[in-house]
């Protein structure tokens, strides 16, 4: 399996590395830290990286935090695959690759890759605008990194979500960039959150991507890290279960 | 050992049958000219071959193993229907990309090889929607031999090409397959150009395989005839009925089954004061062969 998701690999990276979207959402991951900081009253810096609390029912600079690139990652992904149907290349794809998982497997994985090069974006855009306006980056150190750690870990479970969306939807990229939004910013379990916040089920709402995500803030732990993996391992199973699924079921061409 | 062996192999789109009880034989090393009407199902055939359809019902198999297996499907070339390309990406990069996709060790030659192969090095920096139908076909042909295929399935490679163009690629099939061994599945329209290359033939009709049939048992079915033009044809036929067994009217002349007799129809007609302004043997070609297959059947299912 890795020798044939290896040749997939390297086609979805050497046109990965063409794409302008690419590029584009690598400067707005940049562009919105700076943006938001320039326009927030913030003290810190690293606020607009993550809270130090959880809140589950955003408010505010709720949403202003590194969990954005999500969305954009889940917005590249949506143009990758629903090219990939509607210039046709994917007959050579899947001619080639009979085991469908394969597929999946690959995009997801540049979703991932992409999804760091972002984190690693949005965090030059913080800093670079921080210094520029002289905010205050203190911070625990660890809390920062189990924080980005368990953004990237949960990358994976988003970016096969977004697989998933687009490998139903497929040339129409308009569904699986709305898509991008309703799970990239966890309105589902925003939704679930104010029926359950303040009570004891609370907690249960990291079993979902966007839940991790927030718990994952600037005071997290390798727990909260280890938490996100799992979570994230898991979802990103079901969901390429799913695709691998529907790409089994349906006619490709 | 068949290269393609399919076993009632079906496909239905909506409870509408494309592709019916399908058994195709495919053999190694063979050219097998895949033929049919619009709509008869041939493109449904070659893309459930290739594992872009899912079959409703029945097998398909390569080289005697499940279709499925990634050994044999990693060493067929394709081209169905039209290239499929990033219209944005340029022809190079197009390629680079299959060729990856393809695992080949060395991609960037192997680009270059067969793009010298179908004469288009030139348009390697070219974006793939600039270029023309012919050029897009010519490329897809190229993409389709990245990799050194071991099987190659082509739908309508020919289609919109130019002369030289289905010059071009005809020769590099043949030459594949006679120097590699390729076997090679083409459906084409342009029945003249088949004929030049196909070993085998399959006639497709309404999702049914008609019939299968090697060109050399064809080339016997097809029967010579002498075809002459006359300055009075219908006083020619009358003259000839009474001499020959099968004599048939025939576009603009008239045709003679009965090779013994040949020699003697020019003297036949002059001694009746018929002028022969035209006289050649000729032979029952594909696309006429094909017509009557379709004739026959179509009576077939007309009688039930």
Known sequence: ?????????????????????????????????????????????????????????????????????????????SFFISHDFKSGFVKNIFTVHAKKQDYAVSKTVIGVFSSACMIVMYLI?????????????????????????????????????FTMINVFFRR?????????????????VMTAAAGLAGTAMEPLL???????????????????????????????????????????????? | MNAIETHGLSKSYRKIPAVQNLDLHVPEGSIYGFIGENGSGKSTT???????????????????????????RSRLGVLIENPAYFPNSTVYQNMMMQAMNLDVKKPHNDVRRVLELVNLTSVAGRKFKECSLGMKQRIGVAQSLLGNPRLLILDEPINGLDADGMRIVRETLVDLNRKYGVTILISSHILGELSKIATHYGIIRQGTLVREVPASAMSEECRNFVFVKTNNNPRALQALRGKYAQVEPNADGIRIYNEEESANVSGFLFENGIAVS??????????????????????VNKNG
Not at chain 1, 211 to 237: E, H, I, P, Q, R
Not at chain 2, 56 to 68: A, F, H, N
């Open chain 2, 278 to 299: 035209e006289i050649s043997f000729q032979k029952v070609g594909l696309e006429e062969y094909y017509l009557q297959t379709m004739t026959e059947r179509k009576e």
């Open chain 1, 172 to 188: 129409q990229f308009g569904f699986g960039i709305a898509g991008a939004f309703v799970f990239g910013t966890g309105m589902l």
């Open chain 1, 1 to 77: 399996m890795v020798k044939r998701v290896r040749s997939l690999l390297s086609l979805d990276f050497y046109r990965l590395l063409r794409t302008p979207i690419f590029y584009f959402m690598l400067l707005v991951s940049a562009a919105v830290p700076t943006l938001i900081l320039l326009s927030g009253n913030f003290e810190n810096a690293w606020e607009v990286v993550s809270q130090t609390a959880s809140p589950f029912a955003a408010s505010g600079g709720g949403y202003a935090s590194i969990s954005m690139i999500f969305i954009f990652a889940g917005i590249l992904l």
């Open chain 2, 46 to 72: 070659e893309k459930l071959i290739c594992g872009l359809l899912v079959p409703t019902e029945g097998e398909i198999r390569l080289y005697d193993k499940p279709y499925t297996d990634t050994e044999i």
């Open chain 1, 206 to 253: 990291q079993i979902f991507l966007y839940g991790s995500a927030v718990t994952a803030n600037l005071s997290a732990n390798v727990l909260d890290v280890f938490t996100s993996l799992v979570c994230s391992l898991a979802w990103a199973g079901v969901y390429t279960g799913v695709s691998n699924f529907i790409l089994k079921h349906r006619d490709i061409a």
């Open chain 1, 125 to 161: 855009g913080t800093v670079v605008t921080g210094l520029i306006t002289g905010k205050s980056f203190e911070v625990s150190i660890i809390g920062l990194l189990c924080c980005v750690l368990s953004k990237l870990a949960l990358s994976v479970g988003f970016s096969a979500l």
